[in-house]
């Protein structure tokens, strides 16, 4: 099949990592692959990956005939509804009504969400949330799961984890990334490592992973 998504930017964003993680993904399995974004530079990207850039996605699409268009931020939904370019999809990896950083657009958002066109997410949760706000009859939904990397980030062997077993003082190690001036999770994240602490269970929490220096009231909440 030729499977095109559509990005409103590919700076580096986790959400866009998934797009060329399944994009290669994809390509491995002898599918062919178009991506196209309206700006961004995806350099970050550590494999190589071929992306299109287009202010519109309408001309960048006249001479391509996918078999599926994946729209994936909510403003790219609505533009892979109307291309008449194969089936629409929307691939969705967060419910972006409920942040709080975009409520004043969040009526937008849902009017895209509407859009009767089968959606797939990577947890089952987003299933649920989908559910809920639009009902189960309103357009198909599909969980196809979160996507890793294997190369870059391997799992430890059999041996590996035997060793961490039996392990007297072995830390559990907890990885967050992202800005905690962000409302989505990182708070969250850091408030349920304190209180594990609390209970005297041993955390390694790696916590430098961010665009803006620690602050304050961040360091408090782990101590």
């Known amino acids: ?51 299109h850039y287009a202010p519109d996605f ?13 729209g994936t931020f909510w403003k790219t939904i609505k533009p892979a509804a109307e291309l008449n370019r194969g089936l629409p999809v929307h691939l969705c990896q967060g419910c972006e009504w409920s942040i709080p950083e975009y409520k004043d657009i969040h009526a937008d958002i849902e009017n895209v969400y509407r ?18 706000r639009f009902g189960k009859g309103a357009f198909p939904v599909e969980c196809v799961g979160q996507i890793a990397d294997t190369d870059m980030f391997q799992p430890p062997s059999l041996m590996e984890k035997a060793k961490n077993f039996f392990r007297r003082c072995s830390f559990s190690r907890i ?22 602490r609390e209970k ?24």
């Open 115 to 132: 859009l009767p066109i089968p959606k797939i997410t990577v947890g089952e949760w987003l299933n649920e949330q989908i559910w809920e």
């Open 200 to 223: 005297g269970f041993p955390i390694y929490l790696a916590r430098y992973i961010s665009t803006v220096p620690l602050t304050e009231n961040e360091r408090q909440i782990t101590h």
């Open 175 to 196: 990885l967050t990334v992202g800005m905690f001036e962000s409302q989505v999770s990182i708070g969250i994240a850091l408030k349920a490592v304190a209180r594990v």
């Open 1 to 51: 099949m030729h499977i095109c998504y559509l990005l409103e930017s590919t700076e580096l964003c986790g959400g866009v990592r998934i797009v060329f993680d399944q994009a290669r993904a994809l390509i491995l399995r002898g599918h062919r692959v178009s991506i196209l974004s309206r700006l961004g530079d995806h350099e970050w990207y550590p494999y190589p990956v071929e992306v």
């Open 58 to 70: 309408f001309q960048a699409c006249a001479g391509i005939f996918p078999d599926i268009v994946v």
